[in-house]
């Protein structure tokens, strides 16, 4: 009798009877160290054979050979199952993957307030604040970095066409509308208050989803929007230093970076291009953009005028603060993109809002913004707001 058989994985014990001429004893496959070579003598006797995975006979074939049949015995894989050991593999990737978001969204809020400081110091130091100016010097310093990174192959080169740039413009043009404004609005408010109206992103997205794409959501959604809209009107008129130039830019940052998501997600389906190199695209296009109108509102006149003002009664170390603005918004936005490969949009809105406590709270600090116990309230009626958003949204 001859076996041709394939190992596999861990098995189980099954009786094969032999059949034909001679009746003999069942042969006995079972599990255990694997034996290569079988008795096949006159003498009845148990042979053992062990595999690590079930054995099934397949087909028996009698052929005559003279003096005494022979079986020709064919088996197969009967388990296709993982090992333990790749199961232990994969619990180990997914700790690891957690662990590699986690990071990001530290990294994310870290470089988020820092950027939000220095920027808060640049606006404060000009005589006037130059919003248009600093919102330029931002997007050229993230656009040069990411210029030489791709020179220096630090980072792939992203592979785009024609097709690519043309569905990236409208992104271009609200990131540009989204990014100004936002500024314009620190130059006039308190940066915790920006952000305090700037949480009130959710109402805009659905609003906009609502009436321009038809979109409909569960109650749920709608009634999520109650304590961000009451937290942020209660934030606003209990706001002791309120402006309505800030008031109104958080509002315009608001409804920019609403269109400029939903464009984002309607113009990038298909693309392989990755976050990274998606956000430094962007920037480029951004800057393109914005340069021509920042040169027509405040002009190269205005600003030698303001950055020799801002030298002579800061120092030198006003460039430092200029340049940590500008490369901390880089850095800030791409990290957050490169965490959209990463996460689920529900994960990346709460990490958004934990964001925004971390910016409000650490503004407040530093600055030593005044609040008041009402106006506390209300930003944090807002935030929750945003919070209960998020999960309705799920």
């Not at 255990?32 to 042979?47: A, H, I, Y």
């Not at 109206?197 to 609502?210: D, M, Q, T, Y």
């Not at 040169?295 to 170390?317: C, D, H, R, T, Y």
Request: with cysteine; aromatic share 12%; glycine share 6%.
């Amino acid at each position: 009798m001859s076996f041709t058989i394939k190992r596999s994985g861990l098995g189980t014990c099954m009786n094969v009877t032999n059949f034909g001429l001679h009746r003999r004893s069942p042969l006995t496959i079972c599990r255990s160290s694997f034996s290569p070579s079988l008795n096949l003598g006159n003498k009845p006797e148990r042979t053992n054979l062990s595999v690590s995975k079930p054995l099934h006979i397949s087909s028996i074939e009698s052929i005559d050979k003279g003096k005494r049949p022979v079986f020709q015995c064919k088996a197969y894989e009967a388990d296709k199952s993982q090992p333990i050991e790749a199961a232990a593999v994969e619990v180990k990737s997914e700790a690891a993957k957690r662990v590699k978001i986690g990071i990001y969204f530290a990294t994310w809020w870290a470089l988020n307030v820092v950027f939000n400081i220095y920027n808060k110091k640049v606006l404060n130091a000009y005589p006037y604040p130059y919003p248009w100016l600093t919102s330029t010097l931002s997007l050229a310093c993230g656009s040069l970095m990411m210029l030489i990174s791709w020179a220096t192959r630090i980072a792939e080169t992203p592979k785009t066409d024609f097709e690519f740039w043309k569905t990236l413009f409208p992104v271009a043009v609200a990131h540009t509308i989204g990014h100004v404004a936002a500024t314009v609005s620190m130059s006039k408010v308190a940066v915790s208050f920006t952000h305090i109206i700037k949480s009130g992103e959710p109402a805009f997205s659905v609003l906009v989803s609502r009436f321009l794409l038809g979109e409909t959501f569960p109650p749920s959604v709608y009634l999520s929007l109650v304590p961000i809209i009451g937290g942020c009107a209660l934030a606003a008129v209990t706001e002791l230093n309120f402006n309505m130039t800030g008031f109104m830019g958080a509002m315009i940052s608001n409804f920019a970076f609403v269109l400029r998501n939903i464009f984002s997600k309607k113009g990038m389906k298909g693309k392989s291009v990755s976050g990274m190199n998606y956000y430094a695209c962007l920037s480029l296009l951004s800057l393109l953009i914005l340069t021509p109108f920042a040169v027509a509102v405040e002009g190269p006149q205005m600003w030698a005028a303001g950055w020799k003002k801002a030298l002579s009664e800061i120092g030198p170390q006003f460039v430092w603060w200029v340049a940590a603005q500008s490369v901390f918004y880089h850095l800030y936005n791409q990290v957050s993109y490169m965490s959209l490969d990463e996460i689920s949009p529900l994960t990346f809105s709460i990490g958004n809002t934990m964001k925004r406590i971390s910016v409000i709270v650490s503004s407040i600090i530093i600055f030593h913004t005044p609040v008041q116990p009402v106006n506390a309230l209300g930003a944090a009626i807002a935030v929750l707001g945003t919070f209960l958003y998020s999960q309705a949204k799920a």
